[in-house]
Nanobody
Framework: QVQLVESGGGLVQVGGSLRLSCAPSGRAFGHSNIGWFREAPDKEREFVAAIRWSYGTTYYADSVKGRFTMSRDKAKNTVYLQMNSLKPDDTAVYYC???????????????????WGQGTQVTVSS
């Protein structure tokens, strides 16, 4: 059963932009942390960004800070990841994930997340 539904990946040139979306299937986000993680070939899954649904506070990996922006729309029950100034190193499968416990101390740790989306491919060509 798909818990989170992602959309918005694709192929873009260096310097371009994409926006990813993520929404839960058949339910609403609660007092959760919602994170974006990515996995490139032969690399471990890494933290990209996260948002605390209740408060709207955001957290970013150093590698994307200043280029990526995560936001939420409570009315649409959706989170977004706006990705600007994309680089070839951003190429990966991007996953949306939800930690229903909303634990701040482990917001960057993918092992603490309960639900995952199917992943969406982002490819940045040079």
């Amino acid at each position: 059963q798909v818990q989170l539904v992602e959309s918005g990946g694709g192929l873009v040139q260096v310097g371009g932009s994409l926006r990813l979306s993520c929404a839960p299937s058949g339910r609403a986000f609660g007092h959760s942390n919602i994170g974006w993680f990515r996995e490139a070939p032969d690399k471990e899954r890494e933290f990209v960004a996260a948002i605390r649904w209740s408060y709207g506070t955001t957290y970013y990996a150093d590698s994307v800070k200043g280029r990526f922006t995560m936001s939420r729309d409570k009315a649409k029950n959706t989170v977004y990841l706006q990705m600007n100034s994309l680089k070839p190193d951003d190429t990966a499968v991007y996953y949306c994930a939800e930690d229903v416990g909303g634990i701040l101390s482990s917001i960057r740790d993918f092992r603490n997340y309960d639900y995952w989306g199917q992943g969406t491919q982002v490819t940045v060509s040079s």
